[in-house]
Nanobody, 118 residues
Framework: EVQLVESGGGMVQPGGSLNLSCAASGFLLSNYDMAWVRQAPGKGPEWVARLFTANVKTHIDSVKGRFTISRDNAKNTLYLRMNNLKPEDTALYYC????????????RGRGTQVTVSS
């Protein structure tokens, strides 16, 4: 069974940091295009960061310089390092695996909540 399980969310003050993890089982992360997606209450999903099989990384403008997507192939785990968090970063964050060069989704996790508040 293919599965993604996120962890590392929580509540932090503005300016704080969190490191999200997404552990994969049943498949190898390195063979798929991976992404972190967030969704705030009342808003649509926002694709925050992507890591393609060619090891190319992209981040949306609002998180550039603050968030970094990475992957540990030995642990078969995807990460999102988040620094200088802002209240507008508050959302449910989940990871998604897609077949390379397609929009065909293999699986997604259930998410981990990030709340930024003073």
């Amino acid at each position: 069974e293919v599965q993604l399980v996120e962890s590392g969310g929580g509540m932090v003050q503005p300016g704080g940091s969190l490191n999200l993890s997404c552990a994969a089982s049943g498949f190898l992360l390195s063979n798929y295009d991976m992404a972190w997606v967030r969704q705030a209450p009342g808003k649509g999903p926002e694709w925050v960061a992507r890591l393609f099989t060619a090891n190319v990384k992209t981040h949306i403008d609002s998180v550039k310089g603050r968030f970094t997507i990475s992957r540990d192939n030995a642990k078969n785990t995807l990460y999102l390092r988040m620094n200088n968090l802002k209240p507008e970063d508050t959302a449910l964050y989940y990871c998604v695996a897609r077949r390379p060069y397609t929009t065909e989704e293999l699986t997604r996790g259930r998410g981990t909540q990030v709340t930024v508040s003073s």
